[in-house]
């Protein structure tokens, strides 16, 4: 994505406005309305400020730190020295789904890429207390939806966050929404794979390069992860979870939501049961998700470890052995694809063999 470079003013002062993390668009849009530009607010003296509904003294008092202290041009040669991209909210450049949220980000910090195709994305969301049934599921259907072509947006979080951006890694691209600046990764523990998506994807973030994660910041993080997918699934949740807030927003925004079943008596998966009552779709495989979103089955590509497979079924029913032995995979390659395969309805066992669909 390119366009022409904002006037350099206006975005050092909207960058300073935005490191207070007390003027979001709508009260930009009052400010504006007010003091006539960027500039004109930047002018304001702190009591006529302060008089702006939703504003009030303290907000006034740290705008005009703010300003005064130079911060939207600090933090401006420190991300072009260290290669992030301040994208302000009237860009043509900020990612489509921004423009269905009331309250959208004053600017987006990009550490990594964000490519016209990102538009095509599906947020996979869940609980940090992940089972193995649900850090499996995410891994499992991240890099099936990545390999179809689609984005996978997660929020970098521990749990299934984290498992869906590795899913989505070893097949295509994913974004990750952070609730800290992009230049502080938290959990610690995901550093490495946070330079891994900004190598294949990016790390964006509403909040100032160095914030550190906060309480009120999280649930904000949360709109914005529901705004980049076409629709949110939620893999695992506890019966209160960051994910159900993310779903919520994704009603609100007028998005598909997804959740995955688990057993009855997971208490991983009560949050799940109750967005299914709730008239969430129930999914049970990559195919659930594409055909709601527009995408139909049968244009759903096949990996080459699944075409060598189905090529060698295709002369007749074989043991997993066989396949590998005919084929060159390794076993784990084969037992990948014909799982994958068996999901797609594609190829099926009889006894110990399998056969083609």
């Not at 490191?19 to 009591?47: H, N, Q, Y």
């Not at 309480?215 to 992860?225: G, I």
């Not at 980049?228 to 779903?247: H, M």
């Not at 049970?284 to 075409?307: K, N, Q």
Request: net charge negative; aromatic share 4%.
């Amino acid at each position: 994505m390119t366009n022409p470079d904002p006037n350099p003013v206006d975005l050092e002062i909207l960058v300073s406005l935005n490191a207070t993390e007390k003027i979001g668009c709508v009260l930009l849009r009052r400010l504006t309305d007010r003091f006539g530009s960027l500039p004109g607010i930047a002018a304001a003296p702190e009591r006529a400020l302060a008089e702006i509904e939703g504003v009030g003294p303290a907000a006034a008092a740290e705008i005009r730190r703010a300003l005064r202290e130079n911060r939207g041009a600090r933090e401006l040669e420190e991300a072009a020295r260290l290669g992030v991209r301040v994208i302000p909210h009237d860009s043509p450049d900020t990612p489509p789904g921004f423009k269905v949220i009331y309250d959208a980000p004053l600017v987006l910090y990009v550490r990594g890429t964000l490519l016209p195709e990102d538009a095509a994305a599906v947020s996979i969301v869940g609980t940090r207390d992940a089972t193995p049934y649900g850090l499996a599921a995410a891994d499992r259907f991240a890099g099936d939806l990545a390999a179809y072509g689609l984005t996978v947006v997660s929020g970098l979080a521990r749990g299934i966050d984290t498992a869906a951006h590795r899913g989505a890694l070893r097949t295509g691209r994913t974004l990750a929404v952070l609730g800290t600046g992009v230049l502080r990764v938290y959990p610690d523990e995901n550093d490495a794979l946070a330079r891994r998506i900004s190598s294949h994807g990016a790390l964006l973030s509403e909040f100032p390069l160095h914030s550190g994660p906060s309480a009120v910041h999280f649930p904000r993080r949360n709109r914005l992860l529901a705004a980049l997918g076409l629709g949110t699934f939620v893999v695992e949740s506890g019966e209160s979870s960051g994910a159900l807030i993310t779903a919520d927003w994704a009603v609100e925004q007028g998005k598909e939501v997804f959740a995955l079943p688990g057993p009855v008596t997971s208490a991983a998966s009560v949050g799940c049961h109750r967005l299914i009552q709730q008239g969430a779709k129930l999914v049970m495989t990559p195919d659930d998700i594409l055909e709601d979103i527009g995408m139909p089955r049968a244009s759903t590509p096949l990996t080459p470890a699944e075409d060598r497979v189905l090529e060698a079924l295709a002369a007749g029913p074989r043991s997993a052995e066989d396949l590998a032995a005919e084929t060159g995979l390794s076993q784990d390659e084969i037992d990948d694809a014909l799982e994958r395969l068996g999901r797609r309805g594609r190829a099926r066992r009889e006894g110990e063999a399998y056969v083609r669909v």
